[in-house]
């Protein structure tokens, strides 16, 4: 069990770019959630899925955002034409529905900024 | 819908002193309820959860929190605070086990030699 990884940990960017974020759960993780947190405040969740199906999607997940998990594993956050207000921490969580911590296990984040 | 309110975005205490981190929930389901703790540039760590049964949990490095449904309430204690207790403590409710955290605001802890 590595934990769950992040990449890239920091990410800059200029505005109007593509940026592409990419989350490895933990290993028998079935459950993959994205969430965002802007300074001075609580992550938010955008979507989550199940195995390779998005089961969920926050209505902050703008036409920009799209998120990918095709083979049930890792997942990809891809952010089109980015905006300053996109600069946030972009948080990924895993989920064993088959455990019995009801834990979700959080990674170090990508931290991205528009300029 | 859930949501957690956390009053205090700072609390300050001394070293070796109560730490009180204060939670209300609102849920329209019996609620999942969560502590966890963010060190500066990285993710969250789990303290502790209630899900069912004893309203008294106990989590790690010396926290708890008890629920009260009566109160909508889910404060986060510790007898005596630590100088590495310092961090941003968040607040987080869900409608079931595995289902999308909804979080406070957050509170920042700094404690005092």
Known sequence: ?115 | AQSVTQLGSHVSVSEGALVLLRCNYSSSVPPYLFWYVQYPNQGLQLLLKYTTGATLVKGINGFEAEFKKSETSFHLTKPSAHMSDAAEYFCAVSANSGYALNFGKGTSLLVTP
């Open chain 1, 1 to 115: 069990d590595t934990g769950v990884s992040q990449n890239p940990r920091h990410k800059i960017t200029k505005r109007g770019q593509n940026v592409t974020f990419r989350c490895d759960p933990i290993s028998e993780h079935n459950r993959l959630y994205w969430y965002r947190q802007t300074l001075g405040q609580g992550p938010e969740f955008l979507t989550y899925f199940q195995n390779e199906a998005q089961l969920e999607k926050s209505r902050l997940l703008s036409d920009r955002f799209s998120a990918e998990r095709p083979k049930g594993s890792f997942s990809t956050l891809e952010i089109q034409r980015t905006e300053q207000g996109d600069s946030a921490m972009y948080l990924c969580a895993s989920f064993w529905t088959s455990g019995a911590s009801n834990e979700q296990f959080f990674g170090p984040g990508t931290r991205l900024t528009v300029l």
